[in-house]
């Protein structure tokens, strides 16, 4: 699984075979633990984008025509005022797809 800070605005692209998945932080926040994250995928897919509020290690999952990705709320990273800050969120999917920030 691989661990990726992001903070709100900040996202990530698994490059499928078939499509790209993006995977956007919205918001984070850390006083509540809660993080709202947007998942766009391709147009031509029957699952369709979303966006959700996860708490701290909850998980799920992305259906894709190529395999499943699982995302995974670690860990929060506020800033020192306990405002906003940062997420880590776990990736896992197939080795042979392209994770990028």
Same mark, same amino acid.
């Given at each position: 699984?691989?661990?990726?800070?992001?903070?709100?605005?900040?996202g990530?692209?698994?490059?499928?075979?078939?499509?790209?998945?993006?995977?956007?932080? &919205?918001?984070?926040?850390?006083? &509540?633990?809660?993080?709202? +994250?947007?998942?766009?995928?391709?147009?031509?897919?029957?699952?369709?984008?979303?966006?959700?509020?996860?708490?701290? &290690?909850?998980?799920f999952?992305?259906?894709?025509?190529?395999?499943?990705?699982?995302?995974?709320?670690l860990?929060?990273?506020?800033?020192?005022?306990?405002?906003?800050?940062?997420?880590?969120?776990? +990736?896992?999917?197939?080795?042979?797809?392209?994770?990028?920030?």
């Amino acid at each position: 699984m691989l661990d990726l800070h992001l903070s709100s605005g900040q996202g990530l692209v698994v490059e499928t075979p078939t499509g790209d998945v993006e995977v956007w932080v &919205q918001d984070v926040l850390p006083d &509540q633990s809660q993080v709202k +994250i947007e998942v766009v995928l391709p147009e031509e897919w029957t699952e369709k984008s979303r966006t959700t509020t996860f708490k701290l &290690q909850e998980e799920f999952n992305v259906q894709t025509p190529d395999g499943l990705i699982r995302v995974k709320v670690l860990r929060f990273r506020p800033r020192p005022d306990g405002t906003g800050g940062a997420v880590s969120l776990g +990736i896992d999917a197939p080795r042979s797809w392209l994770i990028s920030r």
